[in-house]
Protein backbone atom coordinates (compact mmCIF):
# COMPACT_ATOMS: atom_id res chain seq x y z
CA UNK A 1 0.00 0.00 0.00
CA UNK A 2 1.30 3.50 -0.86
CA UNK A 3 1.31 6.21 1.48
CA UNK A 4 2.88 9.67 1.25
CA UNK A 5 3.54 11.31 4.46
CA UNK A 6 4.42 15.21 3.90
CA UNK A 7 6.32 17.29 6.75
CA UNK A 8 8.08 20.41 7.30
CA UNK A 9 5.61 23.04 7.12
CA UNK A 10 4.62 25.67 9.44
CA UNK A 11 4.50 29.55 9.77
CA UNK A 12 6.90 31.83 8.56
CA UNK A 13 7.36 35.43 7.52
CA UNK A 14 6.98 36.73 4.42
CA UNK A 15 10.71 36.29 2.20
CA UNK A 16 11.35 33.22 4.46
CA UNK A 17 11.80 29.73 3.56
CA UNK A 18 10.60 26.36 4.07
CA UNK A 19 11.83 23.31 3.06
CA UNK A 20 8.47 20.44 2.30
CA UNK A 21 9.53 16.83 2.59
CA UNK A 22 7.24 13.88 1.85
CA UNK A 23 8.39 10.44 2.48
CA UNK A 24 6.90 7.63 0.22
CA UNK A 25 6.49 4.13 1.23
CA UNK A 26 5.60 1.12 -1.02
CA UNK A 27 7.63 -0.37 -4.12
CA UNK A 28 9.68 1.12 -6.61
CA UNK A 29 9.47 4.67 -5.64
CA UNK A 30 12.09 5.74 -8.51
CA UNK A 31 9.72 4.12 -10.79
CA UNK A 32 7.36 7.53 -10.47
CA UNK A 33 7.36 10.50 -11.24
CA UNK A 34 6.57 13.28 -8.05
CA UNK A 35 4.47 16.47 -7.75
CA UNK A 36 3.63 19.07 -5.23
CA UNK A 37 0.61 21.00 -5.53
CA UNK A 38 -1.09 23.59 -3.30
CA UNK A 39 -5.11 24.43 -2.29
CA UNK A 40 -5.95 27.25 -1.06
CA UNK A 41 -9.40 27.40 0.87
CA UNK A 42 -11.83 28.18 -1.87
CA UNK A 43 -9.48 27.90 -4.45
CA UNK A 44 -8.79 24.56 -6.35
CA UNK A 45 -5.68 22.79 -6.13
CA UNK A 46 -2.99 24.43 -8.30
CA UNK A 47 0.56 23.12 -9.27
CA UNK A 48 3.65 23.80 -7.98
CA UNK A 49 6.46 21.29 -9.06
CA UNK A 50 7.59 18.12 -10.53
CA UNK A 51 10.12 16.13 -10.82
CA UNK A 52 11.14 12.70 -13.34
CA UNK A 53 12.14 9.60 -12.02
CA UNK A 54 15.47 10.07 -11.95
CA UNK A 55 15.70 13.93 -10.80
CA UNK A 56 17.15 14.82 -13.86
CA UNK A 57 14.16 16.48 -15.53
CA UNK A 58 11.84 19.33 -13.16
CA UNK A 59 8.39 21.51 -14.12
CA UNK A 60 7.38 24.25 -12.01
CA UNK A 61 4.74 26.76 -12.01
CA UNK A 62 4.90 30.14 -13.37
CA UNK A 63 4.41 31.64 -10.10
CA UNK A 64 7.41 29.67 -8.39
CA UNK A 65 10.16 29.31 -10.86
CA UNK A 66 13.55 30.52 -9.26
CA UNK A 67 11.97 30.53 -5.69
CA UNK A 68 10.99 26.73 -5.06
CA UNK A 69 13.24 23.77 -5.74
CA UNK A 70 11.89 20.03 -5.93
CA UNK A 71 14.58 17.33 -5.70
CA UNK A 72 14.46 13.79 -4.50
CA UNK A 73 16.79 10.93 -3.26
CA UNK A 74 15.35 7.61 -4.49
CA UNK A 75 17.71 6.08 -2.03
CA UNK A 76 15.57 7.58 1.42
CA UNK A 77 12.38 7.30 -0.86
CA UNK A 78 11.90 11.10 -0.36
CA UNK A 79 10.63 14.20 -2.32
CA UNK A 80 11.57 17.78 -1.29
CA UNK A 81 10.38 20.96 -1.77
CA UNK A 82 12.62 24.11 -0.91
CA UNK A 83 10.57 26.95 -0.83
CA UNK A 84 12.56 30.46 -0.70
CA UNK A 85 11.05 34.19 -0.94
CA UNK A 86 7.85 32.91 0.43
CA UNK A 87 4.90 35.27 0.05
CA UNK A 88 1.77 35.65 1.82
CA UNK A 89 -0.50 34.95 -1.11
CA UNK A 90 0.98 31.24 -1.27
CA UNK A 91 -0.44 30.37 2.15
CA UNK A 92 -1.90 26.90 1.59
CA UNK A 93 -1.86 23.31 2.11
CA UNK A 94 0.90 21.18 0.20
CA UNK A 95 0.55 18.13 -0.86
CA UNK A 96 2.97 15.56 -2.02
CA UNK A 97 1.37 13.31 -5.23
CA UNK A 98 2.73 10.50 -7.19
CA UNK A 99 2.27 10.04 -10.95
CA UNK A 100 2.93 6.33 -13.14
CA UNK A 101 3.34 9.32 -16.33
CA UNK A 102 6.75 8.87 -17.95
CA UNK A 103 7.49 12.54 -17.62
CA UNK A 104 6.85 14.88 -14.69
CA UNK A 105 3.50 16.39 -15.34
CA UNK A 106 1.76 19.70 -14.32
CA UNK A 107 -1.60 17.77 -15.05
CA UNK A 108 -3.20 16.96 -11.47
CA UNK A 109 -5.32 14.05 -12.95
CA UNK A 110 -2.29 12.21 -13.69
CA UNK A 111 -1.54 11.87 -10.23
CA UNK A 112 -2.38 8.27 -8.34
CA UNK A 113 -1.50 8.87 -4.88
CA UNK A 114 -1.91 12.08 -2.63
CA UNK A 115 -0.58 12.63 0.62
CA UNK A 116 -2.51 14.39 3.72
CA UNK A 117 -1.39 17.74 3.34
CA UNK A 118 1.05 20.06 5.15
CA UNK A 119 -0.11 23.62 6.03
CA UNK A 120 2.32 26.67 4.75
CA UNK A 121 1.08 29.77 6.16
CA UNK A 122 2.99 33.05 5.34
CA UNK A 123 2.73 36.14 7.11
CA UNK A 124 2.99 39.57 6.09
Known amino acids: QVQLVESGGGLVQAGGSLRLTCAAS????????MGWFRQAPGNERDFVAA????????VYGTSVKGRFTISRDNAKNTVYLQMNSLKPEETAVYYC?????????????????WGQGTQVTVSS
Open 97 to 113: ARSPCISATMNFRAYDY
Open 51 to 58: ISRSGGST
Open 26 to 33: GRAFSTYV
